[in-house]
């Protein structure tokens, strides 16, 4: 298990390895990025996308949340991350492709499917409940035609998450 002690201990051997051996790299990137791809992927501590992807710093913009979802388009005052993300990828970074990286086994999936949250206070996972909301269309479908339990229906529901 990783502490942040550890983490600490980590950059330390990435300063003394990885940041040296590609210092040219970080030099080149220290005047900006330019990502040709955004990945729009789960928080989920195993799927890491510059990981599986096997990218280098400066190759992929990624944005990270619960079950790799993006909202509907709002144009309502509030805080809009994934918008903003968005936004700055195709706007400024001029990003020729976006992947959404769905990922088995996903906990924001299978609580969307089995609506294992719903009802729950915010911070005891009405957080969590109200975000997986947006796939409530996908899950009426998927429940329909394999349940809300097993592996059969959580691997639709992932698949669905997706579209
Ligand atoms: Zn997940």
Known sequence: MTLFSDMLEGYSRFRDSDWKEERERWEILGEGQSPKVMVIACSDSRVDPTQIFDTRPGEIFVVRNVAALVPPFETTPGLHGVSAALEFAVQVLKVEEILVMGHG???????????????????EGGFVANWISLLDEAQSHVAAHYGTHGAEAERAMEKAAVK
Request: charged share 10%; with cysteine; aromatic share 0%.
């Open 105 to 123: 086994l996903c906990g924001g999936c299978q609580a969307a499917l089995n609506k294992s949250l719903e009802g729950a206070p915010l911070g």
